[in-house]
């Protein structure tokens, strides 16, 4: 069974709109990251965060914000939507000194 | 700063042929390497993961990957490859610094692999 959730797994929006993609966890993980994963498969790191009221922004700049309020919850804002922001959106988990990550299943946002 | 090369981007073979999919990895510390399997439309799932001792490391679903530190490589094989395994891989590494920056994974750029029948 799956321990990290990210709501909705498809979201097909118009131009301008606002949205959260949901990620929560339930291991009790410190830190969870957003990577933003392009069609050619590779995978960026957007943002990340190494506990409760700790974020930082990743190697790819993005127009998303996040914020952690709790531990368990990591969520990704879009203020305005643009088809540039089409893409697989995967949040991930991992314990203080743990090694590895746990994923979600990823939302696919599709921006029309 | 450590980096992560996948070779192949794609690779395609027959079913029940054998495979490797390569990586090779720079970095200043000692590492730990992980290869991860995505299928379509899902997340990434863990398949096996080096930390210490044996080289040889064996996974999830008939994988394994062997560390060689001379050549920075972590070769992903399987004798055997079934259709279902048409997937992409990825392969990561993990610097062991103990401050709250280590654990960062760097992953690869990945391969896809297509098993024809």
């Known amino acids: 069974e799956a321990d990290i959730y990210q709501t909705p797994r498809y979201l097909v929006i118009g131009t301008g709109k606002k949205i959260t993609l949901e990620c929560s966890q339930t291991m009790g993980h410190d830190k969870m990251y957003w990577y933003q994963q392009d069609p050619g498969m590779e995978l960026h790191l957007i943002h990340y965060?190494?506990?409760?009221?700790?974020?930082e922004k990743g190697d790819l700049s993005s127009e998303s914000t996040v914020s952690r309020i709790r531990t368990e919850h990591f969520p990704l804002t879009l203020e305005s939507a643009r088809p540039s922001h089409t893409s697989q959106y995967l949040c991930?988990?991992?314990?203080?000194?743990?090694?590895?990550?746990?994923f979600g299943s990823g939302t696919r946002l599709t921006v029309v | 700063a450590q980096s992560v090369t996948q070779l192949d981007s794609q690779v395609p073979v027959f079913e029940e042929a054998p495979v490797e999919l390569r990586c090779n990895y720079s970095s200043s510390v000692s590492v730990y390497l992980f290869w991860y399997v995505q299928y379509p439309n899902q997340g990434l799932q863990l398949l096996l993961k080096?930390?210490?001792?044996?080289?040889l490391v064996k996974g999830i679903n008939g994988f394994e990957a062997e560390f060689n530190k001379s050549q920075t490589s972590f070769h992903l094989r399987k004798p055997s490859v079934h259709i279902s395994d048409t997937a992409e891989y990825f392969c990561a590494v993990s610097d062991l610094k103990s401050s709250n920056a280590g654990n960062m994974l760097t992953f690869g750029g990945g391969t896809r692999l297509m098993v024809k029948p």
């Open positions: 080096y930390l210490s001792g044996s080289t």
């Open positions: 965060s190494y506990g409760v009221n700790s974020t």
């Open positions: 991930a988990s991992s314990t203080r000194t743990g090694v590895g990550y746990t």
